[in-house]
Nanobody
Framework: QVQLVESGGGLVQAGGSLRLSCAAS????????VAWYRQSPGNERELVAT???????SYGDSVKGRFTISRDNAANTVYLQMNSLKPEDTAVYYC?????????WGQGTQVTVSS
């Protein structure tokens, strides 16, 4: 059974940091693409960061220089380090992974940044 278990969300003051984790299990084969998306009320789901196998990370304009995506291939875990958080970063954050056959989404974790 495929599972993407996210953790690390919560409430933080503006300027603070959080680290999100996404542990993938039950997925056969290499994770060719790992990414984080976010969605806030009334808005479409937005791509935050992407990291392809063997490639360099890419980021949405609104998070460049503040967020860092990384992965532990041995543990099939994806991370999102979020620094200098702003109230506009408040959203539900979703982990996304894709192997050669399928794509999978995490259940989402709430991040709330207070001003």
């Amino acid at each position: 059974q495929v599972q993407l278990v996210e953790s690390g969300g919560g409430l933080v003051q503006a300027g603070g940091s959080l680290r999100l984790s996404c542990a993938a299990s039950g997925i056969i084969g290499r994770l060719n693409v790992v990414a984080w998306y976010r969605q806030s009320p009334g808005n479409e789901r937005e791509l935050v960061a992407t990291l392809m196998w063997g490639g360099s990370p890419s980021y949405g304009d609104s998070v460049k220089g503040r967020f860092t995506i990384s992965r532990d291939n041995a543990a099939n875990t994806v991370y999102l380090q979020m620094n200098s958080l702003k109230p506009e970063d408040t959203a539900v954050y979703y982990c996304y992974v894709r192997n050669i056959r399928n794509e999978y989404w995490g259940q989402g974790t709430q991040v709330t940044v207070s001003s």
